[in-house]
């Protein structure tokens, strides 16, 4: 469910800017073959893109006993938020079902018009004359037209015209593809602004190939405006009568915008890149931290020259030294000067022994976060003060563990016991 919400969310997105780019820059333009182009491919980035995200790499290191978690981590459910997520998943698919059932049974209708007026088989396309329908449209390759309308001899050949260029131009494939997305988005205005603004389009094509065939712009504009719009047709036809036909008569008579224009739809290049930085997801890689720091011995300088009563005190010291890492300590002249020195507390990582010249290092375990009565605190996966760094409203599951469950997993760590939080997906 989450993933479909998600999928719906990038796929408004995309198709708002599409739309937004549209509706701004090229509504009101001539170049009417670019914005059909322009149109369907954001119909086709609305649908495909949604699929792709971009990951970027982010290197995490971590503390060994942490990397491998228990398992038997039981989430925690909300059967309230369940109920209404279930909901809105059934009223989804019945909407999309809805619609496309439409879709058939206006097929069916327009089939069985077909079967009982029959047709005529002429060049590219099918012509239907019947009384069914008050107003003349195409769907795929037939061409219905009112058989009882009263219209001249000249306005039959221009809308007959107007049809045909619906079919040669193939406007079905857009209207298909829209008519799939507005099932998948039925919720959504924008969906359905689009359908508008894609189906407006296809009557401005099917005006300017009627006027290039050297009809009398005059004379088709009169036909437009006299032609009356009957009842509604299948959602898959294109009417010769559909949409503002004063819009229509307005964009016949505007002259024709300049290419330029047509560099305003850069603006998606920008726009696409927010898309995807908005929704890009880390790809973490994560990498064992080292126990403890390697040590290093340095050569001893000669004092060979020291007095014996400092060589007498060096042994001493020497003698006493502990061992490193289950290491014996190493053998070490007898003629050496060495002072022990302490860090600050507030870098207590290290004791240094040290003399004027060399250094002896031996690594402390570092200082956890536990006190020694508080139990350990694992977020998913990394070790924190306290429950309180996490929101309840984000936590998905907590798992306790006690006793030799807690000791075996982390050491003498969690001998107080170990909570196991695990953070809700984002």
């Given at each position: 469910m989450e993933q479909l919400i998600t999928y719906l969310l990038k796929s408004t997105l995309c198709i708002a800017v599409f739309s937004g780019i549209?509706?701004?820059?090229?509504?009101?333009e001539t170049f009417y073959k670019f914005n059909r182009y322009f149109l369907l491919c954001g119909l086709l980035c609305a649908m495909a893109l949604p699929f792709?995200?971009?990951?970027?790499t982010v290197n995490v290191q971590a503390s060994p006993d942490v990397l491998s978690l228990p398992q038997g981590v039981m989430p925690i459910e909300d059967k309230d938020s369940n109920f209404w997520l279930y909901v809105?998943?059934?009223t989804y698919m019945l909407g999309i079902c809805f619609l496309i059932a439409r879709h058939f049974i206006g097929l069916g209708r327009i089939k069985g018009m077909i079967r009982k007026y029959g047709y005529t088989s002429l060049e590219g396309y099918k012509l239907v004359k019947t009384p069914a329908f008050k107003t003349s449209f195409s769907v795929f390759n037939y061409i219905i037209i009112d058989s009882?309308?009263?219209?001249?001899?000249?306005?039959?050949?221009?809308?007959?015209?107007?049809?045909?260029?619906?079919?040669?131009?193939?406007?079905?494939?857009?209207?298909?593809?829209?008519?799939?997305?507005?099932?998948?988005?039925?919720?959504?205005?924008?969906?359905?602004?689009?359908?508008?603004?894609?189906?407006?389009?296809?009557?401005?094509?099917?005006?300017t190939a009627v006027l290039d065939r050297g009809n009398s712009a005059a004379i088709y504009r009169a036909a437009?405006?006299?032609?009356?719009?009957?009842?509604?047709?299948?959602?898959?036809?294109?009417?010769?009568?559909?949409?503002?036909?004063?819009?229509?008569?307005?964009?016949?008579?505007?002259p024709a915008s300049s290419s330029m224009k047509k560099l305003t739809t850069l603006i998606l290049l920008p726009a696409l890149s927010v898309f995807f930085w908005a929704f890009a997801e880390p790809d973490f890689i994560i990498a064992a931290a080292q126990k403890s720091?390697?040590?290093?011995?340095?050569?001893l300088r000669d004092t060979s020259k020291l007095s014996p009563v400092l060589k007498t005190s060096q042994h001493k010291k020497t003698a006493d030294l502990p061992a490193v890492e289950n290491k014996p300590a190493p053998a070490v002249q007898v003629r050496q000067e060495i002072a022990i020195t302490k860090l600050p507390d507030e870098h207590k990582t290290n004791t240094v022994l040290q003399d004027t010249t060399n250094l002896i290092e031996r690594p402390l375990?570092?200082?956890?976060?536990?006190?020694?009565?508080?139990?350990?605190?694992i977020l998913d996966g990394v070790e924190v003060a306290s429950v309180n760094v996490i929101s309840p409203n984000d936590i998905e599951s907590i798992t306790v563990?006690?006793?030799?469950?807690?000791?075996?997993?982390y050491g003498e760590r969690g001998k107080n016991g170990v909570i196991l939080i695990v953070s809700k997906p984002k």
């Amino acid at each position: 469910m989450e993933q479909l919400i998600t999928y719906l969310l990038k796929s408004t997105l995309c198709i708002a800017v599409f739309s937004g780019i549209y509706w701004c820059f090229l509504k009101n333009e001539t170049f009417y073959k670019f914005n059909r182009y322009f149109l369907l491919c954001g119909l086709l980035c609305a649908m495909a893109l949604p699929f792709y995200t971009y990951t970027y790499t982010v290197n995490v290191q971590a503390s060994p006993d942490v990397l491998s978690l228990p398992q038997g981590v039981m989430p925690i459910e909300d059967k309230d938020s369940n109920f209404w997520l279930y909901v809105a998943l059934i009223t989804y698919m019945l909407g999309i079902c809805f619609l496309i059932a439409r879709h058939f049974i206006g097929l069916g209708r327009i089939k069985g018009m077909i079967r009982k007026y029959g047709y005529t088989s002429l060049e590219g396309y099918k012509l239907v004359k019947t009384p069914a329908f008050k107003t003349s449209f195409s769907v795929f390759n037939y061409i219905i037209i009112d058989s009882s309308a009263e219209t001249s001899e000249i306005e039959r050949k221009l809308i007959l015209e107007h049809e045909l260029a619906h079919v040669k131009q193939q406007h079905w494939i857009d209207l298909l593809v829209v008519q799939l997305f507005c099932a998948l988005h039925w919720f959504n205005p924008l969906s359905w602004l689009y359908l508008h603004a894609i189906k407006q389009n296809h009557e401005f094509l099917a005006d300017t190939a009627v006027l290039d065939r050297g009809n009398s712009a005059a004379i088709y504009r009169a036909a437009l405006i006299n032609h009356s719009l009957g009842t509604p047709v299948f959602a898959l036809a294109s009417s010769f009568s559909h949409y503002d036909k004063l819009k229509r008569v307005r964009m016949m008579m505007k002259p024709a915008s300049s290419s330029m224009k047509k560099l305003t739809t850069l603006i998606l290049l920008p726009a696409l890149s927010v898309f995807f930085w908005a929704f890009a997801e880390p790809d973490f890689i994560i990498a064992a931290a080292q126990k403890s720091a390697e040590i290093q011995y340095k050569p001893l300088r000669d004092t060979s020259k020291l007095s014996p009563v400092l060589k007498t005190s060096q042994h001493k010291k020497t003698a006493d030294l502990p061992a490193v890492e289950n290491k014996p300590a190493p053998a070490v002249q007898v003629r050496q000067e060495i002072a022990i020195t302490k860090l600050p507390d507030e870098h207590k990582t290290n004791t240094v022994l040290q003399d004027t010249t060399n250094l002896i290092e031996r690594p402390l375990p570092l200082k956890t976060i536990n006190s020694t009565t508080q139990p350990l605190y694992i977020l998913d996966g990394v070790e924190v003060a306290s429950v309180n760094v996490i929101s309840p409203n984000d936590i998905e599951s907590i798992t306790v563990l006690k006793n030799e469950s807690a000791t075996t997993n982390y050491g003498e760590r969690g001998k107080n016991g170990v909570i196991l939080i695990v953070s809700k997906p984002k």
